[in-house]
């Protein structure tokens, strides 16, 4: 089962509608700079063709107080 997180859109490092090239997207993202928060590769649950990366530290566990998060499934931790 995947795990469903929270994230506001605008927050997207990139995305993409390839899964892989998400991952590479993330990747050298993370390159870049190694020490900055991990990354999470996520699934939009509404469209499931299109990826997003995000910094991992702005997930929201519960969208009850904020309207403006769109709920997600991870796909990968970078």
Do not use: C, H, W
């Amino acid at each position: 089962m995947d795990e469903m997180v929270f994230f506001n859109p605008g927050d997207a490092i990139a995305n993409s509608r390839d899964f892989g090239e998400a991952v590479r997207g993330a990747q050298i993202y993370k390159a870049k700079d190694p020490y900055e928060s991990s990354l999470v590769v996520a699934e939009d649950v509404a469209d499931n063709k299109k990826f997003y990366v995000y910094f991992a530290k702005d997930a929201k566990t519960d969208a009850k107080d904020d309207t403006g998060v769109v709920q997600y499934n991870v796909k990968k931790r970078i």
